[in-house]
């Protein structure tokens, strides 16, 4: 896997970190379906990368003892993910117009 490929899957990989906490079965299985070229080793690998490796297990699943989880206002699994190419900060497809402009306006200016 190149470090391209890795990081063209980080949107879904994100995307799929918020639809296990927020959706059930079916809505994972959508994400699933969608990995490019079935790599859900890819998948695994940036999904290993993006885990803290500081915290135990038992503490980074603490969130799957509570009952279920209330989603998060807001939070749609189908919006469209983007990377800021400044910063590489993973956002909303929505707001990457609007964060380029507040923080990396300078750049762009100069
Ligand atoms: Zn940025």
Redesign the pocket.
Known sequence: MSPAEAEALVPLAAELVGTVRDFGPDAVADVLARVPANRHDALAVVLAAMVDPDQSPSNLLAWTTAGPVQSREGFDPTRPMGL?G????LMAASSLGR??QR??AEAVAS
């Open positions: 800021c400044d910063c590489g900060r964060h380029q923080w990396h």
